[in-house]
């Protein structure tokens, strides 16, 4: 039992860090994902200013993205509660 919900936890920490790498990561491909040996491509890195700055840009541009589809599901979830019933 213990087993077979620690395989459960693993599979969705694994599919999470997937998707938010897919969110946060700019430029990320699937060839990142898997571990073929040798590898066909690098490893996900960054070498100039100017890519970090472009990135982290990219990033936090998901996260206000993300936080405001949040925001916006909240106030219509309070909308809908305080809808009078006919």
């Known amino acids: 039992m213990l087993g077979s919900q620690r395989s459960g936890y693993v599979d969705f920490v694994d599919k999470t860090?997937?998707?938010?790498?897919?969110?946060?990561?700019?430029?990320?491909?699937d060839s990142y994902e898997t571990l073929p040996y040798p590898a066909a491509t690098?490893?996900?890195?960054?070498?100039?200013?100017?890519?970090?700055?472009s990135h982290l840009n990219y990033a936090m541009k998901n996260v206000c993205i993300l936080t405001y589809y949040r925001l916006l599901a909240s106030v219509i979830q309070i909308i809908i509660k305080r809808r009078p019933v006919r």
């Open 42 to 53: 690098g490893t996900y890195a960054l070498y100039k200013e100017e890519d970090l700055i």
């Open 17 to 29: 860090r997937i998707a938010l790498k897919h969110i946060m990561f700019e430029n990320w491909q």
